[in-house]
């Protein structure tokens, strides 16, 4: 994980540096709520969203990333059975290829559908937050876009993350992390053992939960996640 930047925005900075350009607008024709399929601007495949039925906001937005070779529907269901009850705007996009760009060649064509994607929903919302979260390479990519754009996002939720590999940073998210002790596709030992410490060295706000499982995010797991994040 690199050390932080200054906390000014660089002119090279864009999205091949994972930087985010949305940001909080006035809301001049609301969206709709329930499950909706969002068309990918660049013709790829389509993100999907869900915003609470009750239709009042504020509402917490949260973008949700899949593991690799995962879809949208995977990164939505991490916390879809929660949003009602805690006002949570979920966005859950389909990465480019199996994983996401960092993970393959660089950022690029994610970082520029996930802008799109929440500066549609921060244009047609209310929002109180926006929070960006995952599961496995899903969660490091939460990770590495969250500390990247700290002066738009305030928390961060990584679900059995690898690793955090940001460009530059920005702002101090606050950050939680879980993992399983089982894990043996993300071993436990060299991933999160390992980020928590160095982010809390780093001055970020850091709540790590590690439970007795593999590869998974248990029910109680989300739920406590869900309940660090509102509370």
């Known amino acids: 994980m690199t050390e932080p930047a200054p906390p000014h925005r660089q002119p090279e900075e864009g999205h091949r540096h994972g930087r ?7 809301v001049t024709a ?8 969002v068309p990918d601007p660049e ?9 609470p039925a009750d239709g009042v906001g504020p509402y917490r937005v949260m973008v ?35 994983s996401w760009d960092l993970i393959a060649e660089g950022y690029g064509p994610d970082v520029r559908r996930i802008d799109a994607l929440l500066g549609a929903v921060l244009a047609a919302y209310p929002v109180a937050g926006v ?4 599961f496995s390479d899903g ?38 992390v879980s993992h399983g002790t ?19 060295s780093l001055g970020y706000p850091a709540e790590y939960a590690e439970f007795s499982g593999g590869h998974e995010v248990p029910a109680e797991i989300r739920q406590r996640a869900v309940d660090w994040l509102v509370g």
């Open 182 to 200: 089982y894990d043996r596709v993300l071993p436990v030992d060299v991933c999160s053992r390992r980020l928590v410490p160095r982010l809390h």
């Open 30 to 37: 609301p969206g709709p709520t329930g499950l909706t399929s």
């Open 20 to 26: 985010l350009t949305a940001r909080p607008a006035a």
């Open 139 to 176: 969660a490091s990519y939460a990770l590495s876009l969250g500390l990247t754009n700290g002066d738009l996002v305030d928390a961060i939720v990584a679900f059995s993350p690898g690793f955090a590999a940001p460009l530059v940073t920005h702002g101090r998210p606050r950050v939680f």
């Open 43 to 51: 013709g790829g495949t389509p993100a999907l969203r869900y915003v």
């Open 64 to 98: 949700l990333l899949h593991g690799a070779g995962g879809s949208a529907r995977q990164g939505l269901d991490l916390l879809l059975p929660l949003a009602d009850a805690h006002r949570l705007l979920l966005v859950a996009p389909q990465a480019t290829a199996s």
């Open 131 to 134: 929070t960006l979260g995952g």
